[in-house]
């Protein structure tokens, strides 16, 4: 007879009261999740969403098939092939091939000892930038430059970005990393 009973009204409403809580939290959680697969889903597929990263070789070895694409590639400044026009802002320079493995640039003496040597090197491929903006001051000899562009049908790198690293930053370590030897 106990069960059958009708409850009182406040245990009632605390029912209803938590499912509606639980029910807000699940809503909520699932929205949250369809954002964040729609953002991942979106990133994948929209045009320039992926990126590349190549070494100058990789991207030289596949030119016809990277035109266009953003791409972000990494090579040491040759300082006597840097043209720059103040009027217009324009920059152009020739970088060479660096290795993009961590690993091989330890073993080749360090990235001191890697920018030295690829920019003395004629053996090394070689590419053609051009960017549009201040010269960066670190613009020179044997500085690292990460960019981030598009490949041009001739040839020519078009760099929409330019971070470089100064060699002086390394110079102090090429002792101790040819030591290492």
Not at 110 to 119: F, H, R, T
Not at 149 to 173: H, I, N, Q, S, V
């Amino acid at each position: 007879m106990e069960n059958s009973l009708p409850k009182p009204v406040s245990e009632l409403g605390a029912t209803r009261s938590t499912s509606r809580g639980s029910l807000k939290f699940i809503i909520g959680g699932l929205l949250i999740l369809a954002a964040v697969i729609y953002l991942i889903v979106a990133s994948l597929i929209a045009p320039g969403g992926t990126q590349y990263f190549l070494t100058v070789e990789e991207l030289n070895n596949r030119a016809a098939e990277m035109v266009g694409r953003e791409v972000r590639i990494s090579g040491v400044v040759l300082g006597d092939t840097i043209e720059y026009n103040a009027q217009t802002l324009d920059i152009a320079f020739t970088v060479a091939h660096i290795p993009g493995d961590n690993q091989e640039i330890e073993q080749l003496g360090g990235l001191a000892v890697v920018l030295k040597k690829a920019a003395h090197d004629g053996s090394l491929p070689r590419l053609n930038v051009k960017y549009n903006g201040p010269k960066p001051d670190l613009l020179k000899d044997e500085a690292q430059a990460i960019m981030t562009g598009k490949m041009g049908a001739d040839g020519t790198f078009y760099a929409e970005e330019l971070l470089l690293k100064c060699p002086t930053k390394y110079e102090e370590a090429i002792p101790e990393q040819s030591a290492a030897k």
